[in-house]
């Protein structure tokens, strides 16, 4: 299928051969019919890429304090690598479409095959978007009328927030493609509108609408004509819904409300308030959340948890119904606001406008490619000539997401490894770093890699919650599987792997790297001989990841102690060569927060008599290492600072190495792998160190919640 790309690199756009994306559980998969441009949000896309690097960091200065501080903590190589990782992903842009469902993940649904649908889908010929984002289309609604929707949601979701009452006087500052949905919908809500823009035409359009309107510009007093557009009372409320770094919108706005008026910023702009203007009157300000209750909730929006109609009447998805039977009706109208329909293979063409002088409001993207397109095609070879490596064996990836991208797919590409066939449930990603490191094949089903007689190796690089299940899957097909941790969420889990184990010996490796890194096999060098039971400090300033991260999802993401305090839970057993016999758990209380419960301390007792104490610390500072390990044992002391420096102490020779660069081991974990893949386990972790260390970590966490 064709899909529109969009690079953060430099701006540049392109159209790419996608594979079908997968269907997903709460979701649905939609074939495009037509979309949107949002000139707004995708013009500061494009903006952005096509910045130099001083330019993006100047438009958003709140990562340039990220880098910073992650600079401090894991250096200047690593944060740069990070960086450059995160430009180098390609955005899909479009948020605005309209298409016939051909796929439900939906156990019982009205929204059946062959309806029609309004989503926020991006521009590509086939998509998949959550149940709770799409909406069905009136008969009476055509597709392009249908796919101003959504914008006109995030309109309406700023009328929700003002509460306009029949009679009330409503400005509307800015009369984009959203400011002019909000004049109509305002219009047909009884209200007195009066609309404020720079352009003519767009006042126009906002008097066609029945609005009366300002021509903003250095000769026009806005305050004062919109006063007198109140009858000297003040307005009741102002919709901003233009894009500006000026501070003149809100300050204007507050000074033309009436005493205790409501300020609802839709759009964006300066936010360099003047005190006096809120408090004098006693003006409200609010910003407005896209399209409604439900944004960013990924129990609503991934899990397609509806909120319950008697406490929480507009959703997103209820928005988007709403605007449709405007449409309905006839109260909006949006023919006036079409001045551009491209076919999507032209995308290009249709975003160079954005950044162009030529006006342009409303942009479609009509879906009639020529190629016919299998909604069952969920593979596609990818250009250019294959990487080959030094080692022989072929190696598949499931998922392609930040770890990977950024660390496991380069570190197999180090290692020798022949790289055979890339999955992602969009397919974007996969499209893209296949292209990037030299995959043959991007698909969007894992099956397609089970099956693949081609492949050796399975990398699993997905959410925690699919590990075991695609653990199993690749196992029974007889490959070699390296899991990047966790293991696997749930106990009966472990259970079932260590019998498969018991019936056949595995060929599983989890990504346990730190046990490979050079300073820590350094450690362990200058431990050997020495029999007493060792005393050991794990400090992890992890910094802390907000409660609705997937991570800190039981059922997704399993929480922090199985995600990533596992890492040193075998570190620890690396160090002490010996079983687990007791462990125990204290959490930081918070039980009067709402925070997650992921700062702990583990202490960890062996079967040869040493112990651990793991702290993993999330309410820490980043300036400080994000991780130290201490051991102490027959009046000695090794101590190793972020993986980068090593001291030693009461060793006759003492021994200390400092290195620029941070190696956490991951080209070594990998090379052990590909060494298993040609015959050699020998490097790899024992399997059952591997279900040993699964299951203390999933009775750590256990003991947390």
């Known amino acids: 299928m064709k899909q529109i790309f969009q690079s953060l690199q430099d701006g540049s756009v392109s159209i790419e051969e996608s594979p079908v994306p997968k269907v997903r559980p709460n979701h649905m998969l939609i074939q495009n019919e037509v979309s949107l441009i949002s000139a707004g949000t995708e013009r500061v896309l494009l903006d952005f890429g096509k910045a130099g690097w001083i330019g993006k960091a100047r438009q958003q200065p709140e990562k340039v304090r990220m880098v910073l501080d992650k600079v401090r903590t894991d250096g200047f190589f690593e944060t740069l690598d990070a960086v450059r990782s995160k430009i180098d992903t390609p955005q899909t842009p479009g948020y605005c479409a309209v298409g016939v469902v051909v796929d439900s993940g939906c156990s019982s649904d009205d929204l059946k095959p062959g309806t029609r649908v309004v989503s926020n889908g991006s521009h590509a010929q086939y998509v998949c978007v959550p149940r709770t984002l799409c909406a ?43 400011g002019l949905l909000t004049v109509q919908m305002l219009v047909a809500n009884g209200c007195r509108v009066l609309g404020v823009d720079l352009s003519r035409e767009r006042c126009q359009l906002a008097e066609s609408y029945g609005a009366q309107v300002i021509q903003a510009d250095e000769q026009i007093d806005i305050v004062a004509e919109a006063i007198r557009f109140s009858r000297g009372r003040g307005v009741d409320a102002v919709i901003l819904t233009v894009s500006t770094k000026s501070n003149d919108p809100v300050s204007q706005a507050a000074q033309m409300c009436r005493k205790r008026g409501r300020i609802i910023l839709v759009g964006v702009t300066g936010l360099d308030l003047n005190r006096a203007d809120l408090y004098e009157k006693e003006i409200s300000l609010q910003v407005s959340c896209s399209y409604g209750p439900g944004r960013y909730d990924p129990d609503y929006e991934e899990l397609g948890q509806d909120y319950p109609i008697g406490y929480v009447r507009w959703t997103e998805q209820r928005n988007f119904e709403a605007v449709l ?16 329909r491209y076919d999507l293979e032209d995308g290009e063409k249709a975003m160079e406008l954005l950044t162009s002088s030529d006006p342009s409001l409303g942009i479609l993207l009509v879906h009639n490619v020529q190629s016919e397109v299998n909604k069952e095609k969920s593979s596609v070879e990818l250009p250019g000539d294959p990487y080959i490596g030094t080692n022989g064996s072929a190696v598949s990836f499931i998922g392609a997401g930040n770890y990977a991208s950024r660390t496991l797919i380069p570190a197999f590409k180090k290692s020798g490894a022949n790289l055979q066939t890339i999955v992602s449930g969009g397919g974007a990603s996969a499209v893209h770093l296949g292209k990037k490191f030299g995959f043959k094949e991007a698909s969007t089903e894992a099956t397609t890699v089970f099956n693949d007689v081609k492949t050796d190796g399975v990398v699993i690089a997905t959410r925690h919650d699919q590990h075991f299940r695609q653990i199993t899957q690749a196992l029974n097909a007889g490959k070699y599987v390296f899991c990047e941790k966790p293991l696997c969420l749930k106990l009966a889990e472990v259970d079932s792997l260590e019998a498969l184990n018991s019936k056949k010996k595995l060929h599983l490796m989890v990504g346990y790297n730190r046990r490979y890194a050079p300073l820590v096999k350094r450690m362990k060098n200058l431990l050997k001989g020495f029999t007493a039971p060792k005393s050991m400090i794990f400090t992890v300033n992890s910094g802390s990841i907000p409660g609705d991260h997937w991570s800190q999802n039981p059922k997704i993401g399993g929480g922090r102690l199985v995600g990533e305090a596992c890492h040193f839970i075998d570190l620890a057993r690396f160090f002490a060569n010996s079983a687990i016999t007791s462990f125990l758990v ?28 793991i702290h993993y610390f999330s309410n820490g500072n980043r300036g400080y290492p994000k991780e130290r390990i201490e051991i102490f044992t027959e009046g000695r002391i090794l101590q190793l600072d972020n993986f980068k420096s090593l001291k030693t102490y009461g060793f006759n020779r003492p021994f200390n190495e ?35 260390v699964a299951r203390v970590a999933i009775k750590a966490q256990q003991n947390v919640w």
């Open 658 to 692: 400092w290195t620029w660069r941070q190696d956490k081991g991951q080209i070594a974990c990998v090379s052990a792998f590909l060494k298993a893949l040609q015959g050699d386990p020998s490097d790899l972790i024992p399997n059952n160190e591997l279900f040993e």
């Open 136 to 178: 069905a289309i009136p008969d009476n609604v055509s597709d392009e009328t249908a796919s101003f929707a959504v914008l006109g949601a995030i309109g309406l979701q700023g009328m929700r927030l003002a509460q306009p009452s029949i009679g009330e006087v409503v400005v509307v500052y800015g009369l984009g493609l959203i």
């Open 325 to 340: 039977d405007l449409m309905s009706t006839g109260s909006i109208d949006v023919s006036s606001l079409i001045t551009h």
């Open 586 to 613: 204290s959490p930081l209380s918070q039980k009067s927060s709402n925070l997650p419960t992921d700062t702990a301390t583990i202490e960890l007792a062996f079967e040869n008599g040493s112990t651990a104490s």
